[in-house]
Structures are given as C-alpha cells and as structure tokens.
C-alpha cells in the first residue's frame, strides 16, 4: 500500500486514487530455519535479500543480536532496511531486479550464501547461483497470500507491486486495454508484459516513493506532448 504522503500527492494532482491490497504477508519460522539462524549467527556468512519483508522477519527473529554478514539485495526498500540495521559497509552490492544483483556477484568467489525469502519467490537467482557453484541455503521467512477481491470501478491507469499482486488481481478482474499499468520494477513488469499487450512504464527503482514521482510525471508529460 502507498503511504498517507502518497496519497496526498495523487489529490494534489487531480488524481483519484484507490487502493486495495490484494495479497498479505506473514512471519514464518520453521524449527529448522530458526536452529539454521542460531548456528550462523555468530558466524560470518553471506546472505542474499530479494524483499524487504525478509530483512524485517529476519530482523524480528534476530532481535538484538547483529550477526557479521555481508548482504547482496535488491535495492530500494530493501536496501534500505539491511543498510538500517547492519550498515551500508555490510552490503557488497545491489540491483534494480534479479539480473542486476547477479552482474554485481560476477567476481564473487563461489561459497555458502545464504537466501532468505518467501514462499513465492522466483527461480532466477538460487538457480543461476546454484549453476555458478555457489551452496544456496534457501530459507523461507515469510509467506505470501492471495487476497482478491473484484471491483466494479473503471481504471485509466494501474500500479502493480509485485507478480503475485497481478496473480490476485487477475482472479476476479480484468485488465482495460487502454489502461496504462505501473510496475515497481522489471520482474513485475515482465510479468505484466506476458499476460498483455498494454503501455506499461517501469519505476527507475523499486521504491513506492519513486514509483508515484514516475506515475505523475507520466500525466504530466503526456498532458505537455497534448
């Protein structure tokens, strides 16, 4: 969901906003993944962040404990929650999507790295790791559900998050086909991009904050060149 800040861009601009949030998300711990945590804690290791949800679940389950890791991580959000509790030092390097993160690791001696994630995540980093001989401890921190529900209102323009959210969405609506769509980054829009024929514009960064400054300069671009 968008911030109340957010919110109060779009009106000044004229925009009617609605939002829903079509999936949710929780803190999961199996007995295994919280014994594998307790063992590395105290150890150097190597981890690897796709979702800020991750970082605050792992973050939740650590508590005060500060475990000497060094991070790769999708950035935006979730760079800035790793560089919150560990330090921008602790972070070897960063990317707008999965290939991104992978062309930072190229020089990155295969080891052990750990990948903490959530249930629906994609196969594109553990498989590509996996296949340069990197050890991929994957361990699911938190889960994802579907929460959809149809709406009756007419949309010039749509804002995705993630895949999953168009997976909910999708269950019981429809896409216009002039409407204009919104992805946070090129994992979403990619996905958006087999599934229609639509204009879709992707955020510079998967930040919401500059997802909105992409939205209204859209409008405002398009209004000009009118």
């Known amino acids: 969901m968008l911030s109340e800040n957010a919110e109060k861009q779009f009106q000044a601009e004229g925009f009617e906003l609605l939002q829903h949030s079509f999936i949710h998300t929780q803190s999961i711990f199996s007995a295994e993944t919280k014994s594998f945590i307790k063992d590395v ?7 690897l962040f796709t979702s800020a949800n991750a970082v605050n679940s792992v973050i939740d389950h650590l508590k005060i404990i500060k475990p000497d890791w060094q991070f790769y991580c999708i950035s935006g959000k979730t760079k800035e929650a790793v560089a919150a509790y560990w330090g921008t030092e602790k972070i070897l390097g960063y990317g ?18 750990i990948f903490f994630c959530g249930n629906k995540r994609l196969d594109t980093l553990p498989d590509t790791l996996t296949d340069r001989g990197f050890d991929v401890k994957e361990l699911i921190v938190y889960q994802t559900a579907l929460s959809s529900t149809k709406l009756e209102n ?6 995705f998050f993630s895949p999953s ?13 002039e409407a204009i769509l919104f992805a946070i980054g090129n994992t979403t829009a990619k996905h958006l991009g087999n599934i229609c024929a639509n204009q879709i514009i992707v955020s510079p960064s998967p930040d919401k904050n500059i997802l909105v400054k992409t939205v209204i300069e859209f409008y405002k671009n398009k209004e000009i060149k009118c």
């Open 154 to 159: 007419s949309f010039d323009a749509i804002i």
């Open 41 to 47: 804690a105290s150890q150097k290791k190597l981890v």
């Open 96 to 113: 707008n999507d999965a290939l991104e993160i992978l062309e930072t690791m190229t020089s990155e001696i295969p080891q052990e790295i």
């Open 165 to 177: 959210g168009i997976e909910s969405f999708l269950q019981q609506n429809t896409i216009p086909m």
